[in-house]
């Protein structure tokens, strides 16, 4: 790790001062942070300990919407009495994410702020070229080995997958993140793969909570998350549903992780599913529109049928099918 | 968006820091650097080795200590960020009421082979076992899954939580 400095913030005001300076970056439970410093795949100079500011790791109900402090810890958020009736899809997706000893360290706000787990973006000391870490440097994993990139999003540029799998969730749910600045809605949050950013956020500003409406959909939302091992590990490919079954027809909202760049809503899909009745075949047509647009290498060539399958499997079991 | 430089940064923000650490009961005023990890200095500056440094990416669970009773990862956390928190290691498991059952059932149980997944493997089945998390073989097999074991010794670590999970629940 390059030599740095360290700033306790002790309150938002102070953070946002630091977080103006060149080199800052906010430090929360640092899980991303201090692994990827190590790798040297980020070289802060000042790293601005966000993680004792008081008031911001609340989960609260508050007019029809569950919010989660964006400094609340995942462990914490994943057994929150509310999150578990109101939305449980949330609890699911990171009860699902990584280990116990990390759910316990790390918070909401980093969580969906996490970096890609491409090996060529990690790895900075064998690999110079990436747009991600250096912008038009190029991409090591064109002709790499790719088993783990993405099929969605993926351009020239870079075609690295988002790993996390609670912003799949909040991005069916159409989660809103509320900043100390603006709202900004989940799915608009990050930029596009290898654009020299990694989010819309201003270098100062700051994730206070994140929000989802408390509707019919969230409370009948789920979380399938497929791995090349049992626990603690990536999703190969995951889906988020949220179903609500009041109305007329089924309105359901699809996200998929573990394929795409960025946290991926499938509108094609939601548009077959919304044509009719959600019988065995509408689903099959469906879950069939899923990959449309994929782009594959011979190494992730089989997510394109493990997305369709995993989307249909997901659907049937939603809908009580299976 | 970034404005300049402002007298409140420079005058808190430092490289190099004096720290007060609680470990195992005990209070340490180190200097440390700001980039050095709870793991570098339990070992390197506190002579507690028990702790071990397996990948220091968070990925196989060997440097796992309690931070105010919850299991964390020591080398993914930043000396800084503990100055807060009580601190228990390995070491402190011998004075831990459940840290001493676990400790004991892992000898009992033959849950090691080389051991160096051990250490973090006693703290973590201790924070396991307070969790309320080891109710069945499936439900310790996904709680202890932050913790690898290179010699595969598994099926022993299992019995091992189970066992002093048992031993708990009677008391
Ligand atoms: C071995 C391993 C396995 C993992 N497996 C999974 C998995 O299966 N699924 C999964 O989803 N994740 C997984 N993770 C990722 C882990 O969940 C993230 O590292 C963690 O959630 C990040 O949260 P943090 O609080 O530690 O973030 P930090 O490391 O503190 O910060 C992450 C980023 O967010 C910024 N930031 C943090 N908080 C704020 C804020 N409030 N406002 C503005 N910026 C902020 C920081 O500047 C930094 O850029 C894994 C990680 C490891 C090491
Ligand atoms: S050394 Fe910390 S998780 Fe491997
Ligand atoms: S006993 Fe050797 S690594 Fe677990």
């Known amino acids: ?322 | 968006m970034r404005s300049a430089d402002t007298p409140f940064v420079r005058s808190a923000a430092r490289t190099d820091l004096d720290l007060h650490l609680r470990v195992n009961g005990r209070s340490h005023r180190i200097r440390a650097e700001a980039r050095e990890t709870l793991l570098d200095v339990l070992r390197e500056r506190l002579g507690l080795f028990g702790t071990k440094k397996g990948c220091d990416h968070g990925q196989c669970g060997a440097c796992t200590v309690l931070v105010d009773g919850r299991r964390v990862l020591s080398c993914l956390t930043l000396a800084a960020q503990a100055e807060h928190g009580a601190v228990t290691t390995v070491e402190g498991m011998v004075e831990h009421p459940v840290g001493r059952l676990v400790q004991a059932a892992f000898v009992a149980e033959d849950g090691l082979q080389c051991g160096y997944c051990t250490p973090g493997q006693i703290v973590s089945a201790t924070a396991c076992i307070l969790e309320g998390a080891a109710t069945s073989d499936e439900a310790i097999r996904e709680a202890m899954s932050g913790n690898l074991c290179r010699c595969g010794a598994y099926p022993n670590i299992v019995a091992a939580v189970r066992s002093a999970a048992a031993v708990v629940e009677r008391r």
């Open chain 1, 1 to 322: 790790m390059n030599r740095l400095a360290y700033l306790r913030a002790s309150s938002l005001e102070e953070a946002k001062q630091a977080l103006a300076l060149p080199g800052s970056i906010a430090l929360a439970g640092g899980t991303t942070v201090v692994d990827l410093a190590k790798l040297g795949a980020m070289k802060p100079d000042l790293l601005v300990d966000i993680g004792g500011l008081a008031g911001l790791d609340a989960v609260r109900v508050d007019a029809g919407r569950l919010h989660i402090g964006a400094l609340a810890r995942m462990a914490d958020v994943s057994r929150n009495a509310d999150v578990l009736r109101l939305a449980p899809a949330i609890a699911e997706s990171i009860e699902r994410a990584a280990s116990g000893q990390i759910r316990n360290m790390a918070t909401i706000g980093g969580n969906i702020l996490q970096r890609t787990r491409c090996a060529y973006f990690r790895d900075a000391s064998t690999y110079a070229a990436c747009n991600r870490r250096t912008p038009g440097s190029g991409c090591a994993a064109i002709g790499g080995v790719t088993p783990n990139h993405a099929i969605l999003g993926a351009t020239d540029a870079c075609m690295a997958t988002y790993p996390g799998d609670l912003a799949i969730v909040l991005a069916a749910l159409d989660a809103t993140v509320h900043t100390d600045m603006r709202d900004v809605a989940l799915v608009d949050l990050f930029a596009e793969a290898g654009s020299g950013r990694e989010t819309v956020l201003a270098d100062d500003e700051i994730i206070t909570a994140v929000s989802v409406a408390a509707d019919a959909g969230a409370a009948r939302s789920s979380y399938l998350k497929l791995r090349d091992r049992q626990s603690y590990e990536f999703a190969a490919v995951s889906v988020a549903l949220a179903v609500d079954l009041t109305g007329n027809g089924p309105q359901i909202r699809v996200a998929v992780g573990g394929v795409a760049t960025k946290p991926w809503r499938l509108p094609s899909v939601e548009a077959v599913l919304r044509a009719g009745p959600p019988t065995r075949a509408r689903i099959a047509e469906a879950a069939a529109t899923a990959a449309g647009d994929a782009r594959s290498t011979p190494d992730n060539h089989f997510k394109i049928r493990l997305l369709t399958r995993t989307l249909e499997r997901a659907l049937l079991t939603a809908l009580d099918l299976s």
